[in-house]
């Protein structure tokens, strides 16, 4: 009869899942997704616990010197098996064996784990050998001398574990015994097991992970500016500026919504011109609240400059008229020197925390009536300038 039912149910297995609907199907793959997921979870809240667990041993040790400590026994919510039991023994002995700290050290003790028979006047005892102190003395089991007890169960959407550490003597007493449960207001936390910390600290930590570790940064800057054509056809413009810049970015919060720059360029094309330059910017996050880890951020800023350039290309800054034989005659010497000032307004979008690229319209109130100097955008103010910047953080 057993073989029949078996062929039976060999047959219609296969008909019945050729007979579910692409609904069910559908279904079926999700609820295995969820508790995948949803065992997922579990071993990380259990591994969290785990590590808190041994780094209050290691904050307050509870014995004073290293002592050998047999794993009596783990439990795990029903359903998730033998496969997560195994993990959590696992983990917690990497944990002990990576923090000595703790003075608790896992050893091997057969007679401890193995069922023993012991009989006697009042009768005959079946037990385990650390439920029976008295059995395991007779046997001369001198290895462990404490048991660890580690329980953890599932308390609705809170996960619990209870541990105790019990001396092996016929009294059992318990020495030492603590529950600690996770909070579903906060992910688990993945530590590092050979540099435990608090569960406040480690969280801390992840955070300024993700937001960058501090509110300082070094941007390195490749920028180019662009300058637009003079209303005198007959002029030279002056050509692109390419700079590579520098300094130091300070963000207002964590949450980098505001942020300020002071920045320092240089600019060196041989026979062509050379230069320095200072900025100040400040910038606002407009694509949310704050910074994303997961899709690119874009700042609006303004700004203001002072820059100081020398060369041949520099004479379109002057205020008189230049054609291209007074660029090639002031080639032959260092060429004038100019100074201006100048505003920015534009867009930064940042990619990462380590990448990003921004656009600019400057305007130049001391070139407006230069003869060589145009206006790409007339808007409240002449901007003369658009600059393209690649940036990278540090």
Same mark, same amino acid.
């Given at each position: 009869?057993?073989?029949?039912?078996?062929?039976?149910?060999?047959?219609?297995?296969?008909?019945?899942?050729?007979?579910?609907?692409?609904?069910?199907?559908?279904?079926?793959?999700?609820?295995?997704?969820?508790?995948?997921? $949803?065992?997922?979870?579990?071993?990380?809240?259990? &591994?969290?616990?785990?590590?808190?667990?041994?780094? !209050?041993?290691?904050?307050?040790?509870?014995?004073?010197?290293?002592?050998?400590?047999?794993?009596?026994?783990?439990?795990?919510?029903?359903?998730?098996?033998?496969?997560?039991?195994?993990?959590?023994?696992?983990?917690?002995?990497?944990?002990?064996?990576?923090?000595?700290?703790?003075?608790?050290?896992?050893?091997?003790?057969?007679?401890?784990?193995?069922?023993?028979?012991?009989?006697?006047?009042?009768?005959?005892?079946?037990?385990?050998?650390?439920?029976?102190?008295?059995?395991? @003395?007779?046997?001369?089991?001198?290895?462990?001398?404490?048991?660890?007890?580690?329980?953890?169960?599932? !308390?609705?959407?809170?996960? $619990?574990?209870?541990?105790?550490? *019990?001396?092996?003597?016929?009294?059992?007493?318990?020495?030492?015994?603590?529950?600690?449960?996770?909070?579903?207001?906060?992910?688990?936390?993945?530590?590092?097991?050979?540099?435990?910390?608090?569960?406040?600290?480690?969280?801390?930590?992840?955070?300024?992970?993700? @937001?960058?570790?501090?509110?300082?940064? $070094?941007?390195?800057?490749?920028?180019?500016?662009?300058?637009?054509?003079?209303?005198?056809?007959?002029?030279?413009?002056?050509?692109?500026?390419?700079?590579?810049?520098?300094?130091?970015?300070?963000?207002?919060?964590?949450?980098?919504?505001?942020?300020?720059?002071?920045?320092?360029?240089?600019?060196?094309?041989?026979?062509?011109?050379?230069?320095?330059?200072?900025?100040?910017?400040?910038?606002?996050?407009?694509?949310?609240?704050?910074?994303?880890?997961?899709?690119?951020?874009?700042?609006?800023?303004?700004?203001?400059? $002072?820059?100081?350039?020398?060369?041949?290309?520099?004479?379109?800054?002057?205020?008189?008229?230049?054609?291209?034989?007074?660029?090639?005659?002031?080639?032959?010497?260092?060429?004038?020197?100019?100074?201006?000032?100048?505003?920015?307004?534009?867009?930064?979008?940042?990619?990462?925390?380590?990448?990003?690229?921004?656009?600019?319209?400057? *305007?130049?109130?001391?070139?407006?009536?230069?003869?060589?100097?145009?206006?790409?955008?007339?808007?409240? &103010?002449?901007?003369?300038?658009?600059?393209? !910047?690649?940036?990278?953080?540090?």
């Amino acid at each position: 009869m057993a073989a029949l039912m078996a062929l039976l149910l060999s047959l219609l297995l296969p008909l019945a899942a050729q007979a579910a609907t692409p609904v069910e199907q559908a279904q079926v793959r999700e609820l295995d997704r969820v508790r995948t997921e $949803v065992a997922d979870e579990v071993h990380l809240y259990a &591994f969290d616990l785990l590590d808190e667990m041994v780094w !209050e041993w290691s904050q307050e040790p509870v014995f004073e010197s290293p002592t050998p400590v047999v794993l009596a026994g783990v439990t795990v919510p029903v359903g998730l098996g033998s496969g997560l039991q195994a993990l959590v023994e696992n983990h917690l002995s990497t944990v002990l064996a990576d923090n000595p700290a703790a003075n608790v050290q896992l050893v091997h003790c057969p007679q401890c784990t193995a069922v023993v028979v012991h009989s006697g006047p009042e009768g005959t005892v079946l037990s385990r050998g650390y439920d029976n102190p008295e059995v395991l @003395e007779r046997l001369g089991a001198e290895t462990g001398r404490h048991a660890l007890f580690v329980d953890i169960e599932a !308390e609705g959407a809170f996960l $619990v574990l209870r541990a105790r550490l *019990t001396r092996l003597t016929p009294d059992l007493p318990i020495v030492w015994s603590h529950t600690l449960s996770t909070s579903t207001s906060t992910p688990a936390l993945l530590r590092d097991s050979t540099q435990l910390t608090s569960a406040a600290d480690a969280r801390q930590e992840y955070l300024d992970a993700l @937001e960058g570790r501090g509110v300082f940064s $070094v941007p390195v800057r490749l920028a180019v500016r662009s300058y637009a054509q003079g209303w005198n056809m007959r002029a030279t413009p002056a050509p692109p500026f390419l700079w590579l810049q520098t300094g130091v970015e300070l963000a207002a919060t964590e949450a980098r919504t505001w942020t300020g720059g002071l920045i320092v360029g240089y600019s060196f094309v041989p026979q062509a011109y050379m230069g320095f330059m200072g900025q100040a910017r400040v910038a606002r996050l407009i694509t949310g609240q704050r910074r994303s880890l997961t899709r690119p951020d874009l700042y609006v800023f303004v700004g203001g400059s $002072v820059n100081s350039v020398w060369g041949a290309a520099t004479l379109p800054f002057q205020e008189d008229l230049v054609n291209a034989d007074q660029v090639l005659a002031a080639s032959k010497r260092e060429g004038p020197r100019t100074s201006f000032g100048g505003f920015q307004v534009g867009l930064d979008g940042r990619i990462g925390r380590r990448i990003g690229v921004s656009t600019y319209l400057e *305007t130049l109130p001391g070139l407006v009536y230069t003869p060589n100097m145009g206006t790409y955008v007339q808007f409240i &103010f002449a901007f003369q300038s658009i600059g393209t !910047e690649v940036t990278f953080w540090f």
